[in-house]
């Protein structure tokens, strides 16, 4: 294990996939003990780039749009993430050159007023964090996107009072929300590559250490990671 993930694993997320399997497979492992095993949409996704951990030898999942590859989170992990009244969301990203926009993280139902989505309403411009439960929504100012072909830390807390976002371990934008995921409920779809909705689409480039805490980490926390 890369002192990376022991560094994760110190913190206690309840859902953690490296997403970094050396061989083709269906399954995404959940290191943090929970067992929410998460399914890959092609067997052909892992180990198809290298990974963001410089040394480490890992290699990370290809996230192409015009295949719809993304991974399913299973049910039990959005019963588990729905009784959250805190969370931290982490993930390592790269970008290739988007033509159209796209989800990193969504956890909702599409088209209906429940969710929680990191994506990019506009190509190649800026990132949205936002969350919403029965039209009382918590919207972020725009982050500028990530660097094409440069993988970028990204981290996201909300604690009922404050959300805050994260890039490369420094906080760059504070503002005040009620929202959590328990305020959305038990939402029937989760995945890591594409929004909740039809549009944004899927993701295309790579995302890697995807890690749910139970808990709005720290500044110093995060950038331990």
């Given at each position: 294990?890369?002192?990376?993930?022991?560094?994760?694993?110190?913190?206690?997320?309840?859902?953690?996939?490296?997403?970094?399997?050396?061989?083709?497979?269906?399954?995404?492992?959940?290191?943090?003990?929970?067992?929410?095993?998460?399914?890959?949409?092609?067997?052909?996704?892992?180990?198809?780039?290298?990974?963001?951990?410089?040394?480490?030898?890992?290699?990370?999942?290809?996230?192409?749009?015009?295949?719809?590859?993304c991974v399913t989170l299973p049910s039990a992990f959005r019963t588990a993430f729905a009784a959250k009244t805190a969370i931290t969301i982490e993930f390592w990203v790269l970008q290739n050159p988007l033509t159209t926009s796209?989800?990193?993280?969504?956890?909702?139902?599409?088209?209906?007023?429940?969710?929680?989505?990191?994506?990019?309403?506009?190509?190649?411009?800026?990132?949205?964090?936002?969350?919403?439960?029965?039209?009382?929504?918590?919207?972020?100012?725009?982050?500028?996107?990530?660097?094409?072909?440069?993988?970028?830390?990204?981290?996201?807390?909300?604690?009922?009072?404050?959300?805050?976002?994260?890039?490369?371990?420094?906080?760059?934008?504070?503002?005040?929300?009620?929202?959590?995921?328990?305020?959305?409920?038990?939402?029937?779809?989760?995945?890591?590559?594409?929004?909740?909705?039809?549009?944004?689409?899927?993701?295309?480039?790579?995302?890697?250490?995807?890690?749910?805490?139970?808990?709005?980490?720290?500044?110093?926390?995060?950038?331990?990671?």
């Amino acid at each position: 294990m890369s002192a990376y993930s022991t560094a994760v694993l110190a913190n206690s997320p309840f859902t953690y996939y490296p997403l970094n399997e050396a061989s083709a497979t269906s399954n995404a492992l959940d290191l943090s003990g929970s067992g929410y095993t998460a399914a890959y949409a092609s067997t052909s996704m892992p180990n198809a780039v290298a990974g963001p951990l410089a040394g480490s030898g890992e290699n990370a999942p290809a996230f192409i749009a015009a295949d719809d590859y993304c991974v399913t989170l299973p049910s039990a992990f959005r019963t588990a993430f729905a009784a959250k009244t805190a969370i931290t969301i982490e993930f390592w990203v790269l970008q290739n050159p988007l033509t159209t926009s796209a989800g990193f993280i969504g956890i909702g139902r599409n088209g209906a007023n429940a969710y929680c989505d990191i994506y990019t309403p506009s190509p190649n411009t800026h990132t949205r964090f936002e969350i919403e439960n029965s039209g009382s929504s918590y919207t972020t100012n725009d982050w500028t996107s990530p660097i094409p072909n440069a993988w970028t830390h990204v981290a996201w807390t909300l604690d009922g009072t404050n959300g805050k976002i994260y890039i490369n371990g420094a906080l760059v934008e504070t503002l005040a929300t009620a929202q959590t995921p328990y305020s959305m409920g038990v939402q029937p779809n989760a995945y890591i590559g594409r929004s909740s909705y039809s549009v944004p689409g899927y993701w295309n480039g790579s995302i890697a250490h995807v890690a749910f805490y139970p808990a709005a980490l720290s500044g110093a926390q995060i950038l331990a990671h």
